[in-house]
């Protein structure tokens, strides 16, 4: 396993990065065990989860994920050093979650204290916000127009941002976390952030999570860019397209139990005919080489320039152990060109 550096904290995390959204929903705690088990004998010592999960989120699942992890950890203490274990603080919209509010000072405060109980474990290492206060260009919202900026009052969203980074700060104080990062987050929002801190010695943000994949590309380079110049740990989710890139939903394909079988929270936005071209193509592609379609696609997000730690997600033991052998691929130059002459076919699939 390969390590990297989280920002300017100076932790070391894996390449690899285990998503755990769901367990709770698709998964159950044995799962969950066995999972966490074979990544950290793979050397993962980095593990992802929210307050939200599992997911599609729905008032019963919510916490779930943490709980379990709580359960592992309250099973397995010795390790809890070796593992840098990251959370998130769900943003608006959901009504069981703080009512569907924005994100405040006291909300912080609170969903701290609550992951804490549920994960059974005295500190955080890294504190994410799932998502902005305003409405991000994120979950397809990325097509012109889809978003209203000018309509958004920078004054007001600049003041919720101090007031989180206030919070934080509180956190911090009291050793409930170590670090925060943001989620499904702008070159804006990022750089807002660190204004913020650099004025008023608040916590300086450490990571960013937005997805990222062969079809889901637009962070790179200029966000991508932005965290590479300002020391700002870039982590893709999402790397397979919510699972379309393995190839399992090709021509409409809905395999039972399978994340595509549920219903979503934004619909399966991702399901078009330029990502159905594109993965076909991909998967061909890949099998030319002696590689799977999903091995291809993570070992592609691998290795961008600029990406610190990819967050992978199974809810099998088998695609887990497949993917975990994407990390010790090498492209050559050859396939690379044959992906990027894909790639500029369908740049923007959904």
Known sequence: MKYNKLGRTGVDVSRVCLGTMTWGKQNNQKDADEQMAFALDCGVNFIDTAEMYAVPPSPETYGKTEAIIGNWLSRNGSRREDIVLATKIA??????????????????????????????TDYID???????????????????????????????????????????????????????????????GINEYLRLSDKYSLPRVASIQNEFSLLHAKDWPYLIENCVREDVAYLPWSPLAAGALSGKYIDGARPEGSRWSFAQR?????????????????????????????QMALAWVDQVDGVTSTIIGATKMDQLEEDMKAFDL???????????SIFKQYPMPY
């Not at 009512?99 to 992951?115: C, F, K, L, P, R």
């Not at 090498?330 to 990027?340: G, V």
């Open 266 to 294: 934004n619909g399966l936005f991702r399901d078009t005919e330029a990502s159905n071209a594109a993965i076909k193509a991909y998967k061909e592609l890949a099998e030319s080489y002696d590689l799977t379609a999903s």
């Open 330 to 340: 090498i492209l050559s130059d050859a396939l690379q060109a044959d992906i990027a």
């Open 126 to 188: 890294l504190y994410q916000i799932h998502w902005p206060n305003r409405t991000s260009p994120h979950f397809a919202k990325h097509w012109p127009g889809s978003v209203g900026l000018s309509s958004v009052d920078t004054e007001s969203q600049t003041a919720q941002m101090l007031e989180i980074l206030q919070a934080l700060g509180e956190c911090v104080n009291a050793g409930k976390i170590k670090y925060f990062g943001l989620s499904n987050e702008t070159p804006w």
């Open 91 to 120: 943003g608006n919209g959901l009504s069981w979650i703080r009512n569907g509010g924005d994100v405040t000072g006291e909300a912080i405060i609170a969903s701290v204290d609550a992951s804490l109980a549920r994960l059974q």
